[in-house]
């Protein structure tokens, strides 16, 4: 069956200090995979996917295939990170997305 | 461009009763979808659409119905709310096109309630 895991429902961490958000799929074929970001009182907006192989706001995640992981990782936490964070593998019939429960991240001064 | 609204942003309906949320985008995408929000959860999605006259089932499709006559809109019904309908939903649009997938993009929500 198709599943995305988010194992942690909540990350806090300091301001500066490095940033790793888990996600785990389980999933036939080859999906896209994206991270999507809901700020407070702010709609979901999509924060990178990993076609395109860029850094968005200094987040990066790297896909691992052998693990089927695709973990969002910064290196310096900034407070305007704090956030709920989903992955979301997409498929390509109608890109649909199956999201994850998502992760409350929260970056404390 | 406004993207995907939603109408209304908050309700509460009473037991039995019927509503429907509106969603429009003007992004001419093709694709459109309905998910919903619980608490503590991942975005389920109920049902989805390619197109004008085209929709399909998604993960938990029970208790609704959706239409699509129009690329724009994409308006969701319940016919007899129940509690367990009590969420956040969320409509969301997808353009068709490119070698890659494309990324939805997202309203922002109506908090429903059912008493």
């Known amino acids: 069956a198709q599943r995305v895991t988010q194992p942690e429902k909540l990350l806090s961490v300091f301001k500066g200090a490095p940033v790793e958000l888990k996600c785990n799929y389980s999933y036939s074929g080859s999906p896209e995979l994206f991270w999507y970001v809901q700020y407070s009182r702010q709609r979901l907006q999509l924060l990178l996917r990993h076609i395109s192989r860029e850094s968005i706001k200094g987040f990066t995640a790297d896909l691992n295939k052998g693990e089927t992981s695709f973990h969002l990782k910064k290196p310096f936490a900034q407070e305007e990170d704090s956030a709920m964070y989903y992955c979301?593998?997409?498929?390509?019939?109608?890109?649909?997305?199956?999201f994850g429960a998502g992760t409350i991240l929260r970056v404390k001064s | 461009n406004a993207g995907v609204t939603q109408t209304p942003k908050f309700r509460i309906l009473k037991i039995g009763q019927s509503m429907t949320l509106q969603c429009t985008q003007d992004?001419?995408?093709?694709?459109m979808y309905w998910y919903r929000q619980d608490p503590g959860m991942g975005l389920k999605l109920i049902y989805y659409s390619v197109g004008a006259g085209i929709t399909d089932k998604g993960e938990v499709p029970n208790g609704y119905n959706v239409s699509r006559s129009t690329t724009e809109d994409f308006p969701l019904r319940l016919e007899l709310a129940a509690p367990s309908q009590t969420s956040v939903y969320f409509c969301?649009?997808?353009?068709?096109?490119?070698?890659?997938?494309?990324?939805?993009?997202f309203g922002d929500g109506t908090r429903l309630s059912i008493l």
């Open positions: 979301a593998p997409q498929l390509e019939y109608g890109n649909k997305l199956v």
């Open positions: 969301a649009s997808s353009y068709r096109g490119g070698v890659t997938n494309q990324p939805q993009h």
């Open positions: 992004m001419n995408h093709n694709y």
